[in-house]
């Protein structure tokens, strides 16, 4: 059932960036799809078309080391991380720009007149791990211990909060951890997918579906099984023909489900 799961995204997202490159769509739609497509085992070495990516991207990276705003820089750097130091000068550039972008408490929004947020601050994390130093998990763990008291707590945020605990400067709270994991179960829906909150009008969805599992996929021995299991099986159920599934933008629910998939599948063979 998984393989083909992911088989199939694979497949909707490759067709996606073949044509998605022709048209030259927005840099963060290919980049992050691009890295989707890597996560899920493809090689830059054929499997798509990598390097014709990787040439648009450098090709509308701006002067300053940026593209449009700090979110489509990082799925741009964190693509183009996959080929080593071909590109270390664009690379450069771009975490220069990071760097002078963060705000005070260490954290970044969309840009630097933008408010902190988790969502952003976590992907810095994981995707441009190098910029990020002590100051970042400590303003994540702070914000997202505020979140959880307060009216209304998101479900991705936490699994953004889950997700970059792996980065080598956050300090481990196992008590926050395992109240996020709980928290998380508590609001799976009944139909086994995740939304912004549990009966959200819109119902399940699969981009907050693919960030609540990418963020479980880093909790090692606390991952609920029968909570992943549960929301994969959700999004088969939802997958259209072409591999994607139903969302605003079909390439970004689809990328984050394919990353979430991808990251979960290896733990759940070797429990």
């Given at each position: 059932m998984?393989?083909?799961?992911?088989?199939?995204?694979?497949?909707?997202?490759?067709?996606?960036l073949y044509?998605?490159?022709?048209?030259k769509l927005e840099p963060i739609r290919l980049a992050r799809t691009g890295y989707?497509?890597?996560?899920?085992?493809?090689?830059?070495?054929g499997d798509f078309p990598g390097d014709n990516l990787v040439s648009y991207l450098v090709e509308t990276q701006q002067a300053d080391g940026c593209w449009a705003d700090v979110e489509?820089?990082?799925?741009?750097?964190?693509?183009?991380?996959?080929?080593?130091?071909?590109?270390?000068?664009?690379?450069?550039?771009?975490?220069?720009w990071l760097a002078s972008v963060r705000?005070?408490?260490?954290?970044?929004?969309?840009?630097?007149?933008?408010?902190?947020?988790?969502?952003?601050?976590a992907l810095t994390s994981v995707l441009v791990p190098e910029v990020v130093d002590s100051s970042a998990p400590k303003w994540l763990a702070n914000q997202w211990e505020a979140d959880?008291?307060?009216?209304?707590?998101?479900?991705?945020?936490?699994?953004?909060?889950?997700?970059a605990q792996a980065h080598g400067q956050a300090s481990t709270n196992n008590?926050?951890?395992?109240?996020?994991?709980t928290y998380l179960k508590n609001e799976q829906e009944d139909d086994g997918g995740f939304d912004p909150w549990k009966e959200h009008p819109a119902g399940s969805d699969p981009w907050s579906t693919g960030v609540v599992l990418w963020g479980l996929s880093r909790v090692g021995e606390l991952i609920p099984g029968h909570t992943v299991?549960?929301?994969l099986s959700w999004l088969e159920s939802r997958q259209l023909p072409n591999g994607l599934w139903p969302y605003h933008y079909l390439d970004d629910g689809a990328a984050m489900a394919l990353i979430g998939i991808s990251s979960v599948l290896p733990l759940l063979s070797e429990q």
């Open positions: 998984n393989m083909s799961l992911v088989e199939n995204a694979v497949n909707g997202l490759a067709y996606f044509s998605g490159l022709q048209q989707a497509l890597l996560a899920s085992g493809c090689s830059v070495k489509e820089t990082l799925w741009c750097l964190g693509y183009l991380s996959a080929f080593g130091e071909r590109y270390e000068d664009q690379s450069d550039s771009g975490k220069k705000l005070p408490c260490g954290a970044w929004g969309r840009s630097e007149r933008d408010q902190p947020r988790i969502s952003v601050t959880m008291v307060s009216p209304t707590q998101l479900t991705y945020k936490g699994g953004f909060f889950l997700l008590d926050l951890m395992n109240r996020t994991v299991e549960r929301a």
